[in-house]
């Protein structure tokens, strides 16, 4: 039982918009930054989004993180088959004093 | 940028231990944290534990306490996560990461390729 819910899957038609959300409580999410992670089929995870909005160089702007309160959120527009990949949403917990990640999304495109 | 090359597969027998190591090709780890994480077949990621470098500290996830060690080599660049007491639910891919310096506002990049380690009789 992973200590941030995510929904186990999220899906749509190339150019929508899916959003995935995290949601933790006052000791993790509530108090740190949210970092995103793409995980594409047998590869190993990647950073997509840092510090709760901000993405690294060479990820598109079709990618945008956000957070209030104790959820997050990440959301994809512009949908592409190239997205379909398991999402992980990982922040600190002050109460554990380390790292804690959701049970991850797995996005399809229809 | 460095980058991580992590110990092929290893298959184990429950109650052994296992080792396994990641090393940092075109840089080293002197200034760096590494974490560990591992993700079971069809689940989630999971932080096992973590070093930084520049305070020579370590830190495992409560589930872990007692039963890992993150070791580093600094002569061979080479980072190493060892689990005793193996047990079938310890089936997983097992990724080491680069984490900064250490911050809780410092994400985890790059990854090396992972390491299954199959617990089976």
């Known amino acids: 039982q992973s200590v941030l819910t995510q929904p186990p899957s999220a899906s749509g038609t190339p150019g929508q918009r899916v959003t995935i959300s995290c949601s933790g409580s006052n000791s993790n999410i509530g108090s740190n930054y949210v970092f995103w992670y793409q995980q594409l089929p047998g590869t190993a995870p990647k950073v997509l989004i840092y510090r709760n909005n901000q993405r690294p160089s060479g990820v598109p702007d079709r990618f945008s993180g956000s957070k209030s309160g104790t959820s997050a959120s990440l959301a994809i527009s512009g949908l592409r088959s190239e997205d379909e990949a398991d999402y992980h949403c990982a922040t600190w917990d002050d109460s554990l004093g380390g790292w804690v990640f959701g049970g991850g999304t797995k996005v399809t495109v229809l | 940028q460095v980058q991580l090359v992590q110990s092929g597969a290893e298959v184990q027998k429950p109650g052994s231990s296992v080792k396994v190591s990641c090393k940092a090709s075109?840089?080293?780890?002197?200034?760096?944290?590494v974490v560990w994480v591992r993700q079971a077949p069809g689940q989630g990621l999971e932080w096992m534990g973590s070093v930084v470098h520049r305070y020579g500290t370590s830190n495992y996830a409560r589930k872990f306490q007692g039963r890992v060690t993150i070791s580093t080599d600094e002569s061979a660049s080479t980072v190493y996560l060892e689990m005793s007491s193996l047990r079938s639910e310890d089936t997983a891919v097992y990724y080491c990461?680069?984490?900064?310096?250490?911050?809780?506002?410092?994400?985890?990049?790059?990854w090396g390729q992972g390491t299954l380690v199959a617990v089976s009789s």
């Open positions: 075109g840089g080293t780890f002197s200034s760096y944290a």
């Open positions: 990461a680069i984490w900064g310096m250490g911050g809780r506002d410092t994400w985890f990049d790059p």
